[in-house]
């Protein structure tokens, strides 16, 4: 299921203009919520949405950045912030800010 939704989020041609990075992060963070995969599992997967900036520049890149950005920081705030985990608070941080040009 993880490995849909990056291929969705980078899939090199459209950037999201629906809310689909908020669909996507209701499915993620159900998953965390109900503990359907280990910790190290959804935490490998987060960090691994910065792989694309390995990717030669160019609108491709771009649009995985973006859509990347825009479900780290949809899901980020789908949990108020006395239900999100410090762990959870500083990964999805450091992954945004990987993806962020303007940091």
């Known amino acids: 299921m993880l490995e849909a939704i990056k291929d969705m989020l980078q899939n090199r041609m459209w950037l999201f203009g629906e809310e689909e990075d908020e669909r996507m992060a209701t499915v993620v963070d159900t998953m965390i919520v109900q503990n359907r995969l280990g910790w190290n599992s959804i935490a490998g997967w987060i960090l691994s949405l910065g792989g694309c900036g390995d990717w030669t520049p160019g ?10 950005k825009n479900f780290l920081r949809s899901l980020y705030f789908r949990r108020g912030r006395q239900d999100r985990s ?5 990964l999805l941080l450091t992954a945004e800010a990987g993806l962020n040009r303007f940091c």
């Open 86 to 90: 410090e762990a959870l608070e500083q």
């Open 59 to 68: 609108r491709s890149l771009r649009i995985a950045q973006i859509n990347s």
